[in-house]
């Protein structure tokens, strides 16, 4: 069998820098609430370690989560070493992703993920350690599956990041945004009347977890992406009752098929926003035809209130950002998703100004580049945007509201902010009122100068030496 890069050779990297990136759980833990409120407890002390959970009640196989809980272990997925600057992840990721490598089909045989085959009557989701993650979600979740389609026309796979509530014990739901590609291809198998064949994969590298969520045109597929990321292409082999390659390394893989004419609705949820989205009606439902997965499989959970499902594709959007930026304003030189924001919300960009008015062409740049981006603030190349307080004075020092911010109402935007309205302002719907916050100084007319230390003094002292 070939060597692959997997979530287990993750587990082992991560195990070896010690407790600040990896810590488990022996006690028994009950799958309602009890996983995420000790993510969420050992975020109150600022810690974010990766998290193995061996004993969890009325489950054979243990859950891992918190994987993408801090840049550090996002960079340790790239391959970057802890503790480098953060700049270089997103660097990593843009030069990974720059060159996408296709998959690698293998033999069935040659593939960990179907050691353990079930079918018809033996399929049952309810066998896997599904977590219920607050109070008032309207039931367990699979979070961190990556759903895995075709789209019908181009024939180009598509992969994406979904909410998947258990149903019964051989369907789940399938939540898109009206905006994702998922989407525009569930909805043109409808205009087809035709079932969508689909696989869910759980737990792999977080290197090609990050790459199902790349945010490229509907006719690039993930699966290059992926193998860009792990510097080496997917291995992948063929489903058992669908026409569609599984990763052959991954941990869990549930086939079947969504007809758009049966489907189901889900919530509330708990969601990224930190708020519980509403009830929906009229989504997605995905009937099982068979689990495969293997013999001592992860089952990969995320908490989806919890700092990593921010940070899950910061890096993606980031790069989305950068290179939409990059067009308007050459003199970009960096992108941030805070934590601070609800990430996907608010974007950080510090430019080198060159000529007035570069500040709002990169605030304009920068919220046309993904619909959930509701907030943009600009900064000047030497403000740190990867420090929430540097920003913060930015703000409140380089600008005035009444020249500096620009407001742009009806605006498609998240239709999982609590504040969206629809196109009749007190109903809830998809449209943000989205804000640039320009708080470049000027380039053509004096501006108060910066305090910086001396930099030959900097890099002088270690305080390693001078500390006691």
Known sequence: MRASKDLRMFISEARQLGPKFFQRVERAVDPKLETCVIQQKLAKEGRFPFLRFENVVG????????????????????????????????????????????PVYVGQSDAPVRQVIEKDEDVDLTKLPLIHHSERDSGKYITCGVLL???????????????????????VGCMFNP?????????????????????????????????????????????????????????????????????????IVIEGYLDPL??????????FTNFYGP???QIGLMHVTAITRREDAFYHDLDPAHQEHNLANALSLESCVYD????????????????????????????????????????????AANPNIKTAIIVDHDVDIYDDSRVLWAVNTCMEADRDLTLIPNALGSHLNPSAYGEVRDERGPLNTKMIFDATRPVNKPFEEPIRPPADIWDRIDLKDWLC
Do not use: W
């Open 59 to 102: 489950a054979n196989l243990p859950v891992v989560s918190n994987m993408f809980g801090s840049y550090d272990l996002l960079g340790l997925a790239l391959g970057i070493d802890p503790g480098d600057q953060r700049s270089q992840i997103l660097q990593a990721f843009r030069e990974k992703t720059a060159n996408p490598i296709e």
């Open 324 to 367: 939409s930026v990059k067009r308007l304003v050459p003199g970009v030189t960096a992108v941030s998703f805070p934590v601070a924001g609800s990430c996907r919300f608010m974007t950080y960009v510090s430019i080198k100004k060159t000529v007035a008015g570069q500040g709002k062409s990169a605030g304009i740049a920068a919220l």
């Open 149 to 171: 389609i075709r789209d019908p026309d181009s024939g180009v796979i598509n992969t994406g990041m979904y909410r998947h509530e258990l149903k019964t014990n051989n369907a």
């Open 262 to 271: 049966s489907e189901t609705s889900d919530g509330p949820f708990a969601e």
């Open 279 to 281: 009830h929906k009606e």
């Open 179 to 251: 905006a994702h590609h998922a989407a525009h291809i569930y909805r043109r198998y409808a205009e087809l009347k035709k079932r969508m064949e689909a696989i869910l994969f759980i737990g792999h590298h977080p290197a090609a977890l990050i790459g199902s969520l790349a945010e490229g045109s509907i006719e690039t597929s993930e699966l290059d992406v992926m193998g860009g990321l792990l510097g080496e292409g997917l291995a992948v082999t063929d489903a058992e009752t669908v026409d569609l390659p599984v990763p052959a390394f991954a941990e």
